[in-house]
C-alpha cells in the first residue's frame, strides 16, 4: 500500500497526518475515496468543515470532539458516521493530543458499506454501533490495537476490503448511479433534466433513488460539487472572484456569493481570506 505520512507543524497546532488513497483502477476506487489519520494536538480547537459530497466513517481514539450547532454542542460518538452534509459544520477538538482514524466514502461505497439508507445519516453525525453492531466494535477494537497511524490506516483498509469485497455489497441502482458520476465528473455543471432523461427516470424516482442511496437530491448535490470546485479555486488561484464564479458554473458573482451564504456561512472574500489547515478547504474557527 501506498501510505503517506507528514508530521505538520504550524499557528494552528502540531500533529501527524497519514493518508492512503486508492490509485485508478484500484478495487476499492469505486466506494473509497481516502483513508487518513491524525495523531496530534490544534491550537485552535474549532474548523469549519464544508460540504464535499462524501460520507465519512470516523473513529475517536482519545477524548471526543464536539459538533457545534446552532442549537448547542453536542459530542459526538467515539465511532460515528457523518452523512453528506449540506452546509458547513463547525467541530471543536479536544484539547489535549487526540487521535482520529476515518475513511471518506462515496456515496455508493457508503450504501454498500453501511446497507441504509443515506437520506436518513444526512446533515448529522450517527453512532456506527446502532448501525452496524459488531461490526463497528470490531473496527474499533483494531483501530485501538494499532501501534501507529500507518498501521491504523492498513487496518482500516483490512476492515473495509472485507466489507465490500468478501460478501455481495448492498446494489446501488445504476441509472442513479450513472447520473451521480456525472455530477461528480462535471463538478455539478450539469443540467439534472437532461441526465434524468439520459438514464430513463423519473422525477420522482430519480430523487427518491438519491434519497436512498446519496442521501440529498440530485440539485443539492450539484450545488455541492459547484461549491467545491469554487473553495478549490479560491485557495489555488489568484483569480478574481467574477471569474471564479463562471468557471465554477454559477450565473454570475452574485450567485454564488449567495449559494456561499446558505451553504458555507460565509462570503467568498471571508473563505479565501481564513486560515486554511494544509491541503484542505477547512478553516480555523474563531472560538
Known sequence: MDISSQRLDSDLGCWKHTEWRPAPGHPLAWAVDRVWDFDGTLSNPRERVFPNGMVELIVQLDDLHVDVLQTGAVLTPATCVTGIHSRALVVESPRSRCRVIAARLRPRGAWAVLGHPLGELANRTSDLEDLLGSAARELADRCHG?????????????????????????????????VADRIVGTHGRVVIGALREKAGLSDARLSTLFQEQVGITPKRYARIHRLSLALDLLRRSNLDLARIALDAGYYDQPHMNGEFREMAGLTPAQFRAGSHYPDSPSLAEPA
Open 146 to 178: 494499532a501501534g501507529s497511524g500507518t498501521e491504523r490506516v492498513q487496518r482500516l483498509v483490512a476492515w473495509l476490503q472485507r466489507r465490500l469485497l468478501r460478501s455481495p455489497p448492498e446494489t446501488a441502482d445504476s441509472a442513479a448511479g450513472w
